[in-house]
């Protein structure tokens, strides 16, 4: 299958996923690059509009970076980084807290996978992996920059389709909100765009699996 065919598969896959055990690792490792830049980009100086435009520019290029090393021969590999970091990263919030999560096992599991498929060197189910965790950026943008003002202008909250997507409570577009006397949902198409471009022009010229 033809690389950028199955990044927009994935991305498909991991939106539908996103709350769901299956797709709980991509969603935390997702979750996880929020809390670094969070801890970056968090100035008292900067106003809180640009803070959250800082963050969905940085996991655009996040993105952008991860599907060029998509191209590189490192790419078998992407999946168990990942994977690994969202480990580290989750048994630190489990000692600091003292608790075992619901979550835990499928972070696990996703590591053990990336694993095995580095040793039996299955190089399609590692590039499928790969792409879970690298187009959980995209989503998470979609999810925090995009739906909310969507869902708010279409007055549907606590709908159906509300209560599957179980978008944030407190998402970054929510800074951009009157910035420039511009409503939110207009804000919105900068995080969409951010989302999907690099999908568009980077997701190609990857290896087929």
């Given amino acids: ?56 520019v940085a996991f655009s290029l996040l993105l952008c970076t991860l599907l060029l090393l998509g191209r590189s021969r490192s790419r078998i590999y992407l999946a168990g980084i990942c994977s690994l970091a969202t480990l580290i990263h989750h048994l630190i919030d489990c000692i600091r807290t003292g608790r075992v999560y619901p979550v835990s096992l499928s972070i696990a599991i ?8 580095l040793l039996v060197k299955a190089k399609s189910p590692a590039l499928w992996l790969s792409d879970a965790y690298t187009l959980a950026l995209s989503v ?3 999810r925090d920059g ?4 969507v869902i708010d202008r279409l007055d549907i909250r606590g709908s159906k389709l509300d209560l599957f997507l179980d978008l944030p409570a407190k998402p970054l577009i929510d800074l951009l909100d009157k910035t420039w006397h511009l409503p939110a949902v207009v804000w919105g198409l900068l995080p969409l765009a951010l989302a999907l471009l690099p999908v568009i022009f980077f997701s190609r010229g990857r290896q087929k699996g």
Avoid at 146 to 149: G, K
């Fill in 146 to 149: 995009f739906l909310p003002p």
């Fill in 140 to 142: 998470w943008i979609i």
């Fill in 1 to 56: 299958m033809k690389s950028q065919n199955r990044a927009w598969i994935m991305l498909v896959l991991v939106f539908l996923l996103w709350q769901t055990l299956p797709g709980s690792p991509f969603a935390y490792f997702a979750d996880m690059i929020r809390q670094w830049l969070g801890l970056l980009l968090s100035r008292p100086a900067l106003p809180g509009p640009w803070q959250a435009v800082l963050v969905y």
């Fill in 110 to 117: 996703g590591l053990a996978l990336a694993l095995l498929f």
